[in-house]
């Protein structure tokens, strides 16, 4: 289980960054969801807003072709996407965690290469920015573990009930033309 915790820099508006260092447990399993926060101590109806949870799936995104010209023509699709979202009482973003199975296919019927095998992608929270307009901007890191090395952005209005959000991945581990972004449109929805 991977726990987050957030250095604030100030009061979290107008373009404010607050960074997120992970900090592994004894399973260190970057994949696990964070444990849904508590109550606010003092428990009253006086105690302020609660702790918020969004969580989603998405069956498969767009497949999206990159290669070509002097390499292979090849194909990107991520599966079995989760996406898990936690908000402080305050409507801070303290932790997000994403899970796919990123699955590649060579189109070249000329080409001799493989596709890389189909496997597991995890990315969690390194940086959470509350935009002028109230939306928030999330950044996420990929284990060292994914291949290819990806990054994913997570762009979203939380102050929503079930919020629509962007998601954004792109391949980190080599340029144009085998760098690849894939966008998929999910919404999460408020856990009780």
Not at 6 to 35: E, F, I, M, N, V
Not at 40 to 68: E, N
């Amino acid at each position: 289980m991977l726990s987050i915790r957030l250095a604030r820099r100030g009061k979290h508006g107008g373009g404010s960054s607050t960074p997120a260092s992970p900090s592994s447990s004894a399973s260190g399993d970057p994949s696990a969801a964070p444990p849904p926060a508590g109550p606010p101590i003092g428990g009253g109806q006086d105690a302020g807003p609660q702790a918020r949870r969004w969580k989603g799936t998405l069956g498969a995104t767009a497949r999206v072709t990159f290669g070509g010209g002097q390499n292979c023509t090849y194909r990107i699709t991520l599966k079995n996407v989760t996406v898990d979202v936690t908000a402080a009482g305050n409507g801070d973003i303290v932790a997000a965690s994403v899970t796919a199975l990123a699955v590649e296919e060579v189109l070249s019927t000329s080409c001799s290469n493989t596709p890389i095998p189909a496997g597991p992608h995890r990315h969690a929270l390194t940086l959470a920015t509350l935009l002028p307009s109230g939306a928030s901007h999330l950044e996420l890191t990929g284990v060292s573990t994914n291949h290819p090395a990806t990054s994913l952005v997570i762009d979203g209005d939380f102050r929503t009930l079930n919020p629509q959000l962007t998601l954004s991945w792109h391949r980190t581990d080599y340029g144009p033309p085998l760098d690849w972004t894939v966008k998929a449109y999910l919404t999460v929805l408020d856990q009780p």
